[in-house]
């Protein structure tokens, strides 16, 4: 049987730029994209394009920022898509290779971050979970400094993209996929937990351990629907995809109070 042509709407390098501009993204600015490239429909050239398009309408000033995360360099103990044989864990924490900003590729962020991480150019953080690429003049300063013992807090790039007033750009993704909103979790009242994963160090790979707030993107979908409904979220399409736009500093204010009120230390607790 063969497959149905798709139906549209077709995306080029140009409607999607023209599209972006509609939307409000301008020159100069900075942009924390969560995407989806399915969402876009049928886009010519694929998330080679779509990155293209993001950087033509940034400009020489602008900076494109994604996030590049590689959550398989984690412990084996809480894998569970799929999970592994508990007689694997010990070899598999002696053997995952180190963090590699260079080599490591993402996982669970889609096709278009894979794309800005290997682009000419690209910086990416040191974290080897959470870590964060981009590409633009900001990118140096947004991305030092990402520690190991805070995957999205107030030594990540997050916070530098708050006080640098960036914006996130939601580009068929949904609020789910908000990484500012972890900012916030960093904030407030939350019981730490052990996060372990394979770094290099000055003696070699190491196998470390460390303790930081507990973090979860558990009811994120219905903290951005009162985020969108409480403050101003610009809302358009881009290709076939809904696209939210919004400043990282208003995202996090907001889940600080919204988290303190809906999640219960019972939620936290359950993480």
């Not at 996982?107 to 800005?116: D, M, N, T, Y």
């Not at 909103?181 to 190491?206: C, D, K, Q």
Request: proline residues 9%.
């Amino acid at each position: 049987m063969s497959t149905p042509p798709p139906t549209g709407p077709l995306s080029t390098r140009t409607s999607l730029a023209a599209d972006l501009r509609e939307l409000g993204v301008t020159p100069g600015e900075t942009l924390l994209v969560h995407s989806s490239l399915s969402a876009l429909g049928w886009v010519s050239g694929g998330q080679v394009t779509v990155v293209q398009a993001l950087l033509d309408v940034l400009g020489q000033k602008g900076t494109l920022v994604v996030p590049t995360q590689s959550s398989d360099n984690s412990d084996p103990a809480e894998w569970e898509k799929p999970p592994v044989p508990e007689s694997w864990w010990p070899e598999i924490r002696a053997s995952i290779p180190a963090y590699d900003p260079r080599t490591a590729p993402t996982r669970g962020v889609g096709a278009i971050p894979e794309a800005v991480r290997t682009w000419p150019g690209a910086l990416r953080s040191a974290h080897p979970q959470t870590s964060f690429a981009a590409v633009g003049p900001r990118a140096a300063a947004l991305l030092e400094g990402h520690a190991l013992d805070c995957r999205l807090g107030e030594r990540s790039p997050l916070a530098r993209l708050e006080r640098s007033g960036a914006r996130v750009l939601l580009l068929g993704a949904g609020f789910g996929s908000c990484t500012s909103f972890h900012l916030a979790e960093y904030r407030i009242p939350a019981p730490e937990a052990e996060n372990s994963f394979a770094v290099m160090t000055p003696e070699g790979r190491r196998w470390m351990t460390v303790r930081e707030p507990s973090i979860s993107d558990e009811r994120f979908d219905e903290l951005g629907a009162d985020f969108e409904r409480d403050r101003p979220v610009v809302r358009g399409t881009v290709g076939a995809a809904t696209a939210r736009l919004f400043p990282v500093a208003d995202a996090v204010a907001y889940a600080e109070k919204w988290l303190e009120t809906h999640r219960s230390r019972a939620e936290w607790a359950g993480q």
